[in-house]
């Protein structure tokens, strides 16, 4: 993201878009404009709420009076095309805010290989980026977005320290991976052992287990995790087991340059179990709808309906 804030997190544009969608739609109930002053009060929503609908006001396309049967219609068809407009130019912004603070980047729908210059191995995951800041004393790679995997050259005289949400991963002669999401970071060994040090907390890692933290929670106890699993993005795959249908859209979105809208909020807590394509997401998320019994309306390629 952007250090000057003129891009939005994930979560927070997402609830703006909602917003947006919903008032102009329709006029909110007494009940949904208290909620949305209330989300409004806070300065970070009003943000990006504010980015949203000077860039939505600016891109709507103006169609000409119609009679009160058709108002209601084109007034949705017209919300839908400038949201989906609209997003499209957060995205871009976000991207570009992305590639110059980043070394090494993965695009939308791309995984990246490089060797860095002590030899050591990095693989970025899609929509990931990482900066790099290599001297006489130290290795440091700061992991912007995403998720990387490394495979670390032994240099005892410079330890290999991979940074994310004000925390660190230092790699003890190691293989491991490294997830940054919604400012939460989870590390995952592959090989050997890492220190994990994050929110007042230090744990190691080794082989076959995975900790975490986050701005308000300290490292925690490593835990055994199936690592097939864990790194089924190297392969080409993700795979869950129960996961709610919202943090399953939210994965295969980072193979997606677009949006999922839910009409209804309540339906991202369905549960999901499967193996899916992470180089087709619109097709992953096709067999996900039909599976729960649900509808996915492509309004563009970057706009998403979901809907029962």
Do not use: C
């Not at 102009?24 to 009060?41: D, I």
């Not at 287990?209 to 993005?233: H, I, K």
């Not at 999901?272 to 096709?286: H, R």
């Amino acid at each position: 993201m952007s250090e000057t804030k003129s891009a939005s997190p994930p979560d927070l544009r997402a609830a703006a878009i909602d917003w947006w969608l919903r008032r102009n739609e329709a006029t909110l109930s007494k009940k949904e404009q208290v909620a949305f002053e209330a989300w409004l009060a806070e300065d970070a929503n009003r943000a990006a709420y504010d980015r949203l609908s000077a860039l939505g006001d600016f891109m709507a396309p103006r169609w000409p009076g119609a009679g009160p049967q058709r108002k209601t219609r084109r007034r949705r068809r017209k919300a839908v095309a400038a949201a989906s407009l609209a997003l499209l130019a957060l995205l871009f912004s976000d991207e570009i805010a992305l590639r110059l603070r980043a070394d090494v980047l993965a695009g939308p729908g791309e995984t990246k290989q490089a060797t860095l210059s002590d030899g050591s191995s990095i693989e970025l995951d899609s929509r990931s980026a990482v900066a790099l800041d290599f001297g006489p004393t130290q290795r440091r790679v700061t992991l912007l977005a995403g998720e990387a995997w490394f495979e670390v050259a032994p240099d005892p005289a410079r330890p290999f320290v991979v940074e994310a949400a004000g925390g660190t991963a230092t790699a003890l002669g190691t293989a491991f991976d490294v997830a940054l999401e919604n400012g939460k970071v989870r590390v995952t060994v592959t090989s050997h052992s890492v220190r994990v040090a994050g929110g007042g907390g230090e744990v190691t890692v080794e082989a076959g287990q995975q900790s975490g933290f986050g701005p308000s929670r300290a490292a925690v106890a490593p835990e055994p995790v199936d690592l097939a699993r864990a790194t089924a993005w190297r392969r080409g795959k993700l795979m869950f087991e129960n996961q709610p249908l919202g943090e399953v859209v939210r994965a295969l979105g980072r193979y997606h340059r677009g949006f999922v809208y839910f009409l209804d909020s309540a339906l991202q807590a369905r549960r999901v179990t499967g193996v899916f394509n992470a180089q087709d997401p619109i097709a992953a998320l096709d067999e996900i709808e039909t599976s729960l019994g649900l509808r996915a309306t492509h309004v563009t390629k970057y706009l998403t309906i979901v809907h029962e």
